[in-house]
């Protein structure tokens, strides 16, 4: 064999690397495995591991030949499959390498919904775990007891809740088998979880979005600024993060085009372009986001109502901004307060009201007018035309009418 060439029967680094004995009536195999520990000279210590493979006498016995293929394969496999990452425990890895590698690289509120899910659920019950280690009834344990927990209130975890702790410890595995710390198939494979009902979002009609603005407008926060801003999320399908991230410079009250961040804003139109969520400003949700809006006469009214209400209408100020701080309002604090106390109100008779069923009426109430799918998916900024259909619910008194001429048409 000429020098530099390998020989197929020359072993590669962490394949079997270990040996199989007999001890008694058992068979054993020995290994050494890497630690997260360095040894004076600077390289990963090394520690020997002893398992148990199979009965060598009596029911279920095995030769040596088939034993040590058991060892290899479901021991050298799994235990040798990484290096040193894979002796880190769970709470080690995430918060070495899954924090700045993955979590400190998503939008506020997904740095958030990540910390909240490690912190209350995941590491908790995992953290103290070596990554290596890691099976399916580890994650099945972990659902279990999430869903026989209670909150503070006595209520359980929602099933919303628990697809989302799942999916934290799927996306902690994927990363680690990236970076070669795991191997094999997600301990989340083939975890069942309870059917997840989803809560059917119902619109407002147009005088339910009147008389919401109606009542939030008496509130004593702001008796121009909450109403406006109901009207203009009812007619304009804005986002409540795009509408709280929504500067002066970005909506053009005028007749004639303005330049705005280097581009042509066309007259009596607003421009998306920025988010406010979880106290600071960040890209849209996604590419299709970022949008230019048409302004009508109503929604036209009530930016100008705001404009002239407002001690802070400079280029760069928020358009839906507190009175004294100049930041953007705290979109939980004013749902909380107010939007949902007068969804309640007998005027409005929608308990079950939220920023984003007002999404949902914008889409309801442009099918109405007439706005094809396309146009609809333009202005809600939808990546895809199925969502589009899906913000859009039928007026069941609209579809009746129609429905009512089914029979009825004569053939010339």
């Known amino acids: 064999m000429l020098e530099g060439q390998q020989s197929d029967f020359q072993r590669r680094r962490n394949q079997r690397t270990g040996y199989v004995y007999r001890r008694g009536d058992s068979w054993f195999g020995q290994f050494r495995v890497d630690t997260a520990e360095l040894d004076e000279n600077g ?140 191997s094999g198939d997600l301990p989340t494979e083939g975890v069942k979880l309870p059917p997840l009902v989803h809560v059917e979002r119902r619109p407002l009609t147009w005088q339910q979005v009147q008389a919401l603005a109606s009542v939030i407008g008496k509130s004593p926060a702001d008796n121009v600024q909450l109403g406006a801003l109901v009207i203009i999320l009812a007619i304009t399908g804005l986002r409540i993060g795009e509408a709280m991230g929504l500067r002066w410079k970005r909506v053009n009250l005028t007749d004639q085009p303005m330049i705005v961040d280097g581009e042509l804003l066309p007259a009596y139109t607003l421009a998306v372009r920025e988010n406010y969520v979880r106290g600071a400003y960040g890209t849209l949700k996604t590419r299709t986001s970022r949008r ?105 008194d609209r579809v009746r009418a129609k429905m009512e001429t089914i029979g009825k048409q004569t053939v010339n």
């Not at 499959?81 to 769970?90: D, E, H, I």
């Not at 994650?139 to 209670?150: G, H, P």
């Not at 939007?339 to 007002?358: F, I, N, Q, T, Y």
């Open 43 to 182: 390289r990963f210590k090394r520690k020997r591991l002893t398992k148990f493979i199979a009965p060598a006498a009596g029911p279920g016995k095995v030769g040596k030949k088939r034993a040590m293929a058991l060892f290899y394969e479901a021991e050298l496999q799994h235990l040798h499959k990484s290096g040193p990452l894979a002796t880190r425990t769970v709470a080690e890895f995430v918060d070495e390498v899954f924090r700045p590698q993955v979590v400190l690289r998503c939008k506020p509120s997904g740095q958030a919904h990540y910390n909240g899910m490690l912190k209350n659920h995941v590491l908790p019950d995992l953290g103290r775990f070596m990554v290596r280690d890691i099976r399916p009834q580890h994650v099945y344990n972990l659902i279990r007891a999430k869903l026989d927990c209670r909150g503070a209130a006595g209520e359980r975890l929602s099933v919303q809740t628990i697809v989302h702790i799942r999916n934290t410890v799927s996306a902690i595995f994927r990363h680690a088998k990236r970076m070669q710390a795991y």
């Open 292 to 396: 230019n809006i048409p302004l009508s006469t109503e929604t036209w009214y009530q930016f100008s109502r705001l404009q002239q209400a407002s001690a802070f209408v400079g280029p760069d100020d928020p358009v839906f901004a507190g009175r004294n701080s100049g930041k953007p309002l705290d979109q939980h604090n004013i749902a909380a307060r107010f939007l949902r106390p007068a969804g309640k109100h007998a005027e409005v008779g929608a308990p079950w009201v939220s920023w984003h069923c007002l999404r949902h009426s914008a889409a309801t109430l442009a099918d109405q007018a007439g706005l094809s799918v396309v146009e609809r998916q333009r202005v809600l900024g939808h990546a895809a035309e199925s969502m589009t259909l899906h913000y859009s619910h039928a007026e069941i």
